[in-house]
């Protein structure tokens, strides 16, 4: 969790005017910025992690930046429609996105897309998606290893309700090893991946800590964590090294802006989420849907980025032996 008090807040604006007075133009747009209501594209149908968090930080957000916080959900794609949006959008400040960082890192490496890491500026990590595997409560199997087994008595595979490239690479790459076939079943968002698994439709589904009140009120049951090592939230989850494999990975939740948008107006950006990152009302939200709210600027969210693109290119090697 990261403390952050209004003093700070007020020092990192200050920084930023004071920056604004030696780049060309720069008094006026820290005059100017921002004059409009901001719209945040969230890259994921409403109910989902990503939603849920955001939502819980537009109003700090607004009472920092003085202007209207609306919040937008563009779905579809696993995150490539809203995406794409805004890496088209104006540079200007008033599109950013929330999304969650594979959707930028990973999809771009498996499918064509329209963007790109370097389609954005990065303005923050908000969160690490404690992400796991789980199955409904009335499965018969309630280990990754047990799983397997009923793949292979019933001679059929494993269904994978999947809105990520992410999922369908990381069960392909486990389901490979373990000499079964697995079939994602396509499902709208991670509200929709919870949905199609509580229906009964699919085995399994990757959730990025959504399942957390579902396995406490005894309706799913966490198999693993798709993280190499645990997880900071669930420390007794067995991880992908418990389970032998070579590889796991996390995913985060960022917020980026249009290529081109102005080191200052990220800035400010980043300045305004940091409170909102720390408030009780975020806070809450991520300990209820077991996502690590901690805030990372721009620098090192940016470096964390890049260094998840190369980790999925090696992971997507591995996968393809």
Do not use: C, H
Not at 77 to 84: D, L, Q, R
Not at 208 to 233: H, N, Q, T
């Amino acid at each position: 969790m990261t403390n952050t008090s209004k003093g700070v807040t007020r020092r990192a604006l200050l920084a930023f005017a004071t920056a604004m007075a030696v780049v060309p133009g720069g008094a006026a747009l820290a005059q100017s910025f921002p004059d409009q209501p901001i719209t945040i594209v969230v890259a994921y149908a409403p109910g989902g992690g990503v939603d849920t968090a955001v939502r819980a930080m537009t109003d700090v957000m607004s009472e920092e930046l003085g202007v209207s916080i609306l919040v937008k959900n563009v779905g579809g794609g696993g995150g490539a429609v809203g995406n794409s949006e805004v890496s088209r959008a104006d540079p200007d400040g008033y599109t950013i996105l929330a999304t969650n960082s594979s959707s930028i890192t990973l999809e771009p490496q498996l499918n064509e897309t329209m963007y790109d890491l370097d389609s954005f500026e990065v303005i923050a990590k908000a969160g690490q998606f404690q992400s796991a595997m789980i199955t409904g409560a009335d499965s018969s199997f309630s280990t990754f290893e047990e799983l397997v087994a009923v793949a292979q008595e019933e001679d059929r595979p494993i269904l994978l309700g999947s809105y990520l490239s992410y999922d369908r690479l990381l069960m392909g790459y486990m389901a490979d090893s373990a000499g079964v076939e697995f079939t994602p079943v396509p499902v709208q968002g991670g509200n929709g991946a919870i949905q199609a698994m509580l229906s009964g439709d699919v085995d399994v589904v990757l959730s990025g800590g959504s399942w957390a009140p579902l396995v406490e009120a005894g309706d799913a049951k966490a198999l693993f964590a798709s993280s190499f090592d645990r997880l900071k939230m669930a420390p007794d989850l067995v991880s992908m090294k418990d389970l032998g494999f070579e590889l796991g990975s996390a995913s985060s939740m960022m917020f980026l802006a249009p290529a081109g948008t102005p080191a200052e107006i990220v800035d400010a950006l980043a300045a305004a989420i940091e409170p909102a990152v720390a408030s009780e009302t975020a806070q809450t939200v991520g300990q209820r849907r077991n996502v690590d709210m901690t805030f990372y600027g721009p620098e090192e969210a940016s470096q964390m980025m890049r260094e998840e693109l190369d980790a999925f290119a090696e992971f997507i090697e591995i996968a393809n032996r």
